[in-house]
């Protein structure tokens, strides 16, 4: 392996969660711009909007659709767009730094639920039931992350606010329902099987 010239700025960079698909696409696009990227393997995120994307069950087509939340914490939402743009700003950096990327707002899943359902026009409350019980005590309740020092040094600022990722996660989770259903109805997948 050849020693890089001392003038030649190196192109390194690491990921966590390099396997997952925020990291497997950061990784494809860094190393696209010639950068050495080493990647860290981590276990999931504590807030995994997993459990909520699959929000949506078609009170159309159900008499009571119902869904219990295990909790309704604050958290700090976030895009993959504003990641990517601010990695991409703290590359460019002349010296490497530790930078918070965050939108500096905390939502609850009540608001998540009031967006999204609204954006199908309708009302959460008839279709969601939050269960008290499954609260976690030993939870943080509010994570909301600084990004001042990224504002600041990087004039970073966030370009996708809370409604417009909800919204977008809402059609994403819509062309999924549909892709799915021609899928169920050419009998590929069985409906029961589902998630």
Partial sequence: MATPIASEPRKVALVTGITGQDGSYLTEFLLGKGYQVHGLIRRSSNYNTQRINHIYVDPHNA???????????????????????????MLQQEKPDDYVVATEESHTVEEFLDVS???????WKDHVEIDKRYFRPTEVDNLKGDASKAKELLKWKPKVGFEQLVKMMVDEDLETAKREKVLVDAGYIDAQQQP
């Fill in 117 to 123: 359902f609204g954006y199908l026009g309708l009302n």
């Fill in 63 to 89: 008499t009571k659709a119902l869904m219990k939340l295990h909790y309704a914490d604050l958290s700090d939402a976030s895009s993959l767009r504003r990641w990517l743009d601010a990695m991409w700003l």
